[in-house]
């Protein structure tokens, strides 16, 4: 089992900065990667990044592209989301997720997800 606990959500206004933070315990050797999704009222939740556990490789979905940059701390066990450049539509309850063989988009290949942090933009 791997438990995830998310922080740093909160209320900005558009054009802002907030940094999202994932920690995650338990058993995490088995990490492959780590990505964040989100999901806005009455939407799909949807692919906002990932990152592989080991190497450098990203990814970002392109409604965030050039705004978003996600990182990871092997030696916290955690993962964040920087957000730069915030915008209303940004709004929603953001998730972490990781996958023990998947950095994909794809909601089902990841195995263990946090409870999620709000994120709001006012315009």
């Known amino acids: 089992q791997v438990q995830l606990v998310e922080s740093g959500g909160g209320l900005v206004q558009a054009g802002g900065s907030l940094r999202l933070s994932c920690a995650a315990s338990?058993?995490?050797?088995?990490?492959?990667?780590m990505a964040w999704f989100r999901q806005a009222p009455g939407k799909e939740r949807e692919f906002v990044s990932s990152?592989?556990?080991?190497?450098?490789?990203?990814y970002y979905a392109n409604s965030v592209k050039g705004r978003f940059t996600i990182s990871r701390d092997i030696a916290k066990n955690t993962v964040y989301l920087q957000m730069n450049s915030l915008k209303p539509e940004d709004t929603a309850v953001y998730y972490c997720?990781?996958?023990?063989?998947?950095?994909?988009?794809?909601?089902?290949?990841?195995?263990?997800w946090g409870q999620g942090t709000q994120v709001t933009v006012s315009s």
């Open positions: 338990g058993r995490t050797f088995s990490t492959y990667a």
């Open positions: 997720a990781t996958s023990t063989y998947s950095s994909s988009s794809v909601r089902s290949q990841y195995d263990y």
């Open positions: 990152i592989r556990w080991s190497g450098f490789n990203t």
